[in-house]
């Protein structure tokens, strides 16, 4: 594909921020590419190329690019109002009044600007109530950018036990009050409670492991272990669904699971791409926040009316609930698709997917917890991302990130994937980059 423009662009940005690139995650290969319009499933790149889009941004676009309604909503807000940060609004009331509704464990709700920031008041909060410096995360578990969540994340395989921290300048404190596990292990987790017997604030756990590792489904029975054991031993239990939230179901992961936590962070799929996030939880647990309790949480731009209103409109189209059926069985025929050629092919690799979400891993092993991922082959799964991208399919270069699905993902945008990921796994193994199976 032609690239003139965007390379133009790269140049430029390279003189401005480092590497060129404005979030490390962002990097496409093997050239930078600089896009300019979205339209449903569909994202075109300032050269006019055109791409049927499989990031979604990381997952936000549950309704795709530009979805008439959310858009609707958004122009006629921005006619009436910027930001007020006093007081309250209305479309406050009216989003966290819909959020209770839906969500099982929404008592209370507050809002945040990112999941990043809800995770980090989540924390907070569960400290204070509690009265304790602890907290559980697994391993392989990304729960976004402050210091108490960076380890652990992808420590390299064979390692020395950690917890291990994931970039330089997070605080090496840190490890002494942030203990990691592996996911889907019980024994392992009634251990770290019996070694730190009162001092576990909180369990910390994506519903299903999206973030950093694809797609790593909780073994029957694992949900409601944390249920219990948090419980047992005067714990909080918080589900980042910052992922699954409003993408899986509208009353997030929990309702699917029938387990509900006592707090919980959305983000990403409530506003179809718009920044808002929200903690919310048992009521009791969310009074310590002030002004009824003593915990903090401020921020100029949270619940920012424009993205109140898009919220408001996703919400309207995700009650309907045709989005989750159109989402779900569109991303179930493409895992069909892809599963067929993986067993035509004859190819050490196998699909791993929950309703919109899914991640092709090359290897037949099991992946139940980080430590799995090792009988990865990574160069093989990053060249099948890059060789996507070349023929119009939009995802990013990273071995393991997982793949989304919309609501408008079209019969023919299923076809064209299940096609070309035929073809680019036929080139993988023409070149002897896979193994048999």
Known sequence: MQSKRSQELF??????????????????????????????????DVDGNEYVDYHLAFGPLVLGHCHPEVMKAVRAQVEVSDIWNAGILEQEVQVAEKIAHHVPSAEKVRFAVSGSDGIFTAIRIAKGFTKRKKIVKFIGGYHGTNDNVLVDIAPAFGKSSGPHLEAEGVDERVTETTI??????????????KENKGEIAAVLSEPVMHSA?????PQEGFLEFLREITQKNGSLLVFDEVITGFRHAIGGAQSLFKVVPDLTVFAKALANGFPIAVVCGRGDVMDKLRPVGNVMDLGTYVAHPVSLAAAK??????????????MTAASESVQKGISASIEELGIDAHVSGFRSIFVIYFTRHEIRRYSDLSHINMAAAKKFKVDLMSRGILTLPLPIKRMHVSAVHSKADVVKMIDTCHEVLQGLKAQQLVAKA
């Open 11 to 44: 140049d430029r940005a390279r003189a401005v921020t480092p590497g060129g690139i404005f979030d490390s995650q962002r990097k496409t290969e093997p050239a930078m590419i600089a896009f300019s319009r979205g339209a449903g499933s569909h994202a075109w």
């Open 180 to 193: 990691t596990v592996p996911y889907n292990d019980e024994a392992a987790l009634s251990r770290v409670f």
């Open 213 to 217: 590792v694809g797609c790593i489904r």
């Open 313 to 326: 409109a996703t919400l309207a189209v995700l009650e309907t609930g045709k989005p989750y059926e159109q």
